[in-house]
């Protein structure tokens, strides 16, 4: 068992950090086997994958300046009150020291009771840190962000969905390739995690010629896969599907990669698109996929590799692809959310 946080009991983001790991691995395991047999799923189901403490290169967190000074941190078990992060067993180093360096900012810049949400995402190139707060972007708070930018050499700040200072284009390695990721962009919480899951993606599509990568994101999976396939990415993000195009016109010795931006929940790829895929890859969001896993389970795609950050929408996309006549033949839950009852997982389905 780790040694506990000093905000452990307080902080709601590590119920379970006081459990031995055996049976805390037992419980993340079981999320998943209870989910599946709710609706009727039986597949391999592995031991859990976790990732180590100190791994999080992502982080959405509160500030509030009061009569105390700034508290900046996740809010507290079944709370709204915001706990002031002075210990995280969870996140990087270099997220850690760049919270308490924005502490420090948001001491200067934050006027009394003023509030701000913050995601900040560790990047190759340095952390990158979006605002969601009510100031608008005017010239005295654009003077104060720069300064601050330099100071606690942050690659860029945002706000308003907007980049407001940029002293280094931040970039992430996906495969062989680097990707400049736009601003609040989804990437997997640890790069740990995120090797598993290419990892097993890529040896339960080995030897496809031709993939399709649903949800692409960023190209977590499109990329590495082009390695040794063809690959039609779709997205409906568009700064984060042109990061991608963009990344692998930038990158020699890649097998092709067309890319489409299209909404997956209101228009799934149909049985008549997907018949030119051999394997497709799948990374929906927690409300998962129902209408694409309808057309998979109708189509005739041999293979199919599931990314799930829920075990629920997974088990009932997975009973549909079931019922359709693939075979579910491995399911691995794999740890990212340290200590939360957050468990993802990742799974492979073939066609006789």
């Known amino acids: 068992m780790t040694a506990l ?37 039986e ?46 067993l969870v996140l990087s180093p270099t997220l850690f020291k760049a919270v308490c360096g924005i502490r420090e900012m948001l001491t200067v810049l934050l006027r009394p009771q003023e509030t701000a949400e913050l995601h900040l995402t560790e990047t190759d190139i340095g952390v990158d840190l979006a605002f969601r707060w009510k100031r608008p972007n005017d010239t005295a708070t654009l003077a104060e962000l720069a300064r601050w930018a330099s100071k606690l050499k942050l690659a860029r700040i945002s706000a308003h969905n907007e980049t407001v200072i940029e002293l280094a284009k931040p970039s ?38 031709r993939v399709a990568d649903l949800f692409a994101g960023c190209g977590t999976f499109a990329l590495p896969l082009a390695e040794t396939a063809r690959v039609h990415a779709v997205e409906l993000d568009g700064p984060m599907l042109e990061a991608l195009a963009a990344a692998a016109r930038a990158m020699s010795g890649l097998k092709p990669i067309t ?33 694409q896993t309808q057309a998979l389970a109708r189509s005739k795609v041999k293979r199919i590799a599931y990314v799930s950050c829920d075990a629920d ?40």
């Open 259 to 291: 890319v489409e931006r299209r909404n997956l929940f209101q228009r799934p790829l149909g049985e008549s698109e997907l018949v030119q895929f051999d394997a497709v890859v799948l990374d929906p969001p927690r409300a998962g996929a129902l209408a």
């Open 313 to 352: 929408s997974f088990a009932r996309d997975a009973r549909v692809m079931i019922d359709g006549g693939l075979r579910l033949v491995s399911v691995v839950p794999v740890d990212q959310f340290l200590w939360s009852s957050h468990i993802e997982l990742v799974a492979s389905f073939e066609r006789a």
């Open 43 to 88: 597949a391999p189901i592995g031991d859990v994958v976790e990732v180590p403490p100190a791994t999080r290169r992502r982080a959405s967190l509160k500030a509030r300046k009061g009569e105390g000074g700034v508290h900046l941190g996740f809010h507290a078990a079944r709370s709204h009150d915001i706990v002031d992060m002075q210990e995280c």
């Open 172 to 209: 992430v390695r996906l495969g062989k390739a680097d990707v400049l990721v736009p601003s609040d962009a989804f990437l997997q919480p640890t790069r740990e995690g995120e090797a598993v899951l290419q990892a097993f993606v890529r040896d339960a599509l080995s030897g496809a010629k």
């Open 5 to 41: 946080c000093r905000h452990f009991g307080v902080c709601g983001g590590c119920a379970y950090q006081d459990m031995a790991d055996a049976e805390y691995r037992a419980l993340k395991r079981a999320l998943v086997v209870d989910a599946l047999s709710r609706h009727g799923v």
